[in-house]
C-alpha cells in the first residue's frame, strides 16, 4: 500500500503532523542518499553519519519545502551541501578509493576496452582509469560535482541545476568543460 503513496502525499501527511510517515521517505531514499554522500566522505561510517545529518535537516527544513521540484531533487541538494560541509570541517580531499572501477567504466562508458581482456587491453584500461580518477581529483569543485552528479548519479541537467543551486547553462558548460579536460588527458593514451 505503501508504495502507491506519491512523495508529496506523504510530505503532506508530515506537513500535518504524522511523524511516522517521514519514516517512508527515508526508508525509499536512505540508500541513494548513502552512495552519493559516499562519492564525497571517505570514511563509511562518516557517509552513514552524514546521511542521517542530511535526512534530519530535511524534515527541518520539510514545512520550508514548496515543490517546486521533486522531492529527491532537494534532498539530493541537501545531501551534497551536507557533505561539501563535513569534508570542510574534516578538511579532507577527494581520494582514488572513492571511487570504484564500474563507476570509472560509467564515465568512459563508450570505450570497448572491457570487451577484450587481453593482457595488453587490461593495462590500457587501468591506465585511463588511473588517469580519469586523478584527472576528477584535480578538478575544480564545481566541475567535480557536475560531472559526478550527471554520470556517476544520472542526473539531469536540470536537476543537477537545482542541487548545485545553479543555472541549467552553467551545469552544462561545468560539465562540458570536465569532459573536455578528461578527454584531454586520456586522448594521448588512446592514441597510442
Given at each position: 500500500m505503501a508504495e502507491n503513496i506519491t512523495d508529496n502525499e506523504i510530505i503532506d501527511r508530515v506537513k500535518n503532523g504524522d511523524k511516522n510517515a517521514y519514516d517512508l521517505l527515508v526508508l525509499k531514499y536512505q540508500q541513494r542518499v548513502v552512495n552519493l554522500i559516499s562519492r564525497f566522505v571517505k570514511n563509511h561510517s562518516d557517509a552513514l553519519d552524514v546521511s542521517q545529518e542530511t535526512f534530519i535537516k530535511a524534515y527541518r527544513a520539510l514545512p520550508n519545502f514548496r515543490g517546486d521540484s521533486a522531492f529527491y531533487t532537494?534532498?539530493?541538494?541537501?545531501?551534497?551541501?551536507?557533505?561539501?560541509?563535513?569534508?570542510?570541517?574534516?578538511?579532507?580531499?577527494?581520494?582514488?578509493?572513492?571511487?570504484?572501477?564500474?563507476?570509472?567504466?560509467?564515465?568512459?562508458?563508450?570505450?570497448?576496452?572491457?570487451?577484450?581482456?587481453?593482457p595488453e587491453n587490461l593495462l590500457i584500461r587501468d591506465e585511463l582509469q588511473e588517469t580519469v580518477l586523478k584527472c576528477i581529483e584535480n578538478l575544480p569543485e564545481d566541475l567535480k560535482s557536475a560531472i559526478m552528479l550527471r554520470e556517476i548519479d544520472g542526473l539531469s541537467y536540470e536537476e543537477i541545476a537545482v542541487v548545485m543551486n545553479c543555472p541549467v547553462g552553467t551545469v552544462r558548460s561545468r560539465i562540458?568543460?570536465?569532459?573536455?579536460?578528461?578527454?584531454?588527458?586520456?586522448?594521448?593514451?588512446?592514441?597510442n
Open positions: 532537494w534532498l539530493y541538494r541537501i545531501a551534497v551541501n551536507t557533505a561539501k560541509n563535513h569534508l570542510t570541517v574534516q578538511s579532507r580531499r577527494f581520494t582514488k578509493s572513492d571511487y570504484d572501477v564500474s563507476e570509472i567504466e560509467q564515465i568512459d562508458g563508450n570505450m570497448s576496452l572491457t570487451e577484450q581482456t587481453t562540458f568543460r570536465a569532459r573536455e579536460t578528461i578527454d584531454s588527458k586520456i586522448k594521448p593514451l588512446l592514441e
